[in-house]
C-alpha cells in the first residue's frame, strides 16, 4: 500500500542539472521525513539529503551541499531534490526513502528509514 516511486533520472552532463522525483502513494509523504540516498557501484549506500515531516527542515551531506536542494509539493505528495552543479561522482542509484517518525531535524542516515523506493539511474558523463 505504501509506495515511493522515484524518477527523473538518466544521463547528465558535468556541470548540468537534473531534477529527480519521489512520488508517494498509499500514504501522505508530509507525515514522513523523506531521504535521497545514493548508491555507486562497489559502494555502500550513503545519505544524501532528507526534509523532515516537521517544519520541512533540510539536511545535506557535505558532497552536496550547495549543489543540490530538496522540497516537496505536498499538493503532489512528491518530494523533489534538484541536482545542479553536477560532478561525475554523483553517479550512482538514487533512492527515496521515507521515515514515519516525527522529527523536527532528520538525518539521512540509511538505518533510520523504513520505507524505500526502488531507485533511479543518474549517470553524469560527457
Known amino acids: 500500500q505504501l509506495q515511493l516511486v522515484e524518477s527523473g533520472g538518466g544521463l547528465g552532463q558535468p556541470g548540468g542539472s537534473l531534477r529527480l522525483s519521489c512520488a508517494a502513494s498509499?500514504?501522505?509523504?508530509?507525515?514522513?521525513?523523506i531521504g535521497w540516498f545514493r548508491q555507486a557501484p562497489g559502494k555502500e549506500r550513503e545519505g544524501v539529503s532528507c526534509?523532515?515531516?516537521?517544519?520541512?527542515?533540510?539536511n545535506y551531506a557535505d558532497s552536496v551541499k550547495g549543489r543540490f536542494t530538496i522540497s516537496r509539493d505536498n499538493a503532489k505528495n512528491t518530494v523533489y531534490l534538484q541536482m545542479n552543479s553536477l560532478k561525475p561522482e554523483d553517479t550512482a542509484v538514487y533512492y527515496c526513502?521515507?521515515?514515519?517518525?516525527?522529527?523536527?531535524?532528520?538525518?539521512?542516515?540509511?538505518?533510520?528509514?523504513?520505507?524505500w523506493g526502488q531507485g533511479t539511474q543518474v549517470t553524469v558523463s560527457s
Open positions: 526534509i523532515s515531516s516537521v517544519g520541512g527542515r533540510t
Open positions: 498509499g500514504f501522505t509523504l508530509d507525515n514522513y521525513a
Open positions: 526513502a521515507a521515515d514515519p517518525v516525527l522529527v523536527r531535524l532528520c538525518v539521512p542516515r540509511v538505518g533510520t528509514y523504513n520505507y
